[in-house]
Nanobody, 124 residues
């Protein structure tokens, strides 16, 4: 059974930064990802990382502001979020699943396991 536990959420003013962490055990699948969900909206993919070589993919609206990374022991996933905007508020989820068509994608249906989520609130 894969377990994903997120931490690091909180409240911050617009323009500020937060770093989310996800403790993953065991690392079973090729892809580790971050998703976000806001009230009334579907859960959307933010960033994904291929554990094989560190290749990353980002949603267009976070490129240049967010960075996904994995630690040296490869047991934790991080999401560094800079220059946060009010629209970045929401519940952030860590997820894992296999590659599809040779790539890690930001698709909910590709994910096999999910964490419980951590809340991020950005005040304008």
């Amino acid at each position: 059974q894969v377990q994903l536990v997120e931490s690091g959420g909180g409240s911050v003013q617009a323009g500020g930064s937060l770093r989310l962490s996800c403790a993953a055990s065991p690392i079973t699948y090729d892809c580790l990802s971050w998703f976000r969900q806001t009230p009334g909206k579907e859960r959307e993919g933010i960033a994904a990382l291929y554990t094989g070589n560190g290749t990353t993919v980002y949603a267009d609206y976070v490129k240049g502001r967010f960075t996904i990374s994995q630690d040296n022991t490869e047991k934790s996933l991080f999401l560094q979020m800079n220059n946060l905007e009010h629209e970045d508020s929401g519940a952030y989820y860590c997820a894992t699943g296999p590659r599809r068509y040779g790539s890690c994608r930001l698709n909910r249906s590709d994910q096999f396991y999910w964490g419980q989520g951590t809340q991020v609130t950005v005040s304008s």
